[in-house]
């Protein structure tokens, strides 16, 4: 029910967020998750249930239409477990399919005419 300002970017009929921005939203809620890297796989790690810190770096609004968004391999693991989502790379940062990671975090993501999207950690 808080309006918060991440960065998105719409590819396809998908809306991509930031993980770390996605953390930053979630942090103090049932869904909560830490973010991290393991640079022996290099890739993105989540550990939900725990506290994200912030970086200075979340919620910084809204897109820059001119950045380009790659495909990329990087790869996501929960708790251990690889994820099987899509990512883009775009100015250096993954940006993942908002419903690949609540499938993968336990939350839902919807959309209303009145709301807009919207995610529920009730569920």
Same mark, same amino acid.
């Given at each position: ?24 939203? @979630? ?31 979340? @919620? ?40 690949? @990671? ?22």
């Amino acid at each position: 029910g808080v309006e918060q300002n991440p960065t998105v970017y719409k590819i396809g009929d998908s809306n991509y967020f930031k993980i770390r921005d996605l953390a930053a939203v @979630l942090n103090g809620t049932g869904k909560q998750f830490s973010v991290g890297y393991d640079a022996e796989k290099q890739s993105v790690t989540a550990a939900p249930d725990q506290p994200y810190e912030l970086t200075g770096t979340e @919620l910084a609004g809204a897109a820059d239409s001119s950045q380009a968004a790659q495909a990329s391999n990087d790869a996501i693991y929960v708790n251990g477990q690889r994820v099987e989502a899509e990512v883009y790379k775009i100015d250096g940062s993954n940006y993942f399919k908002l419903r690949d @990671l609540g499938a993968a975090l336990g939350f839902e993501v919807g959309w209303t005419q009145e709301q807009g999207m919207f995610i529920n950690t009730e569920k």
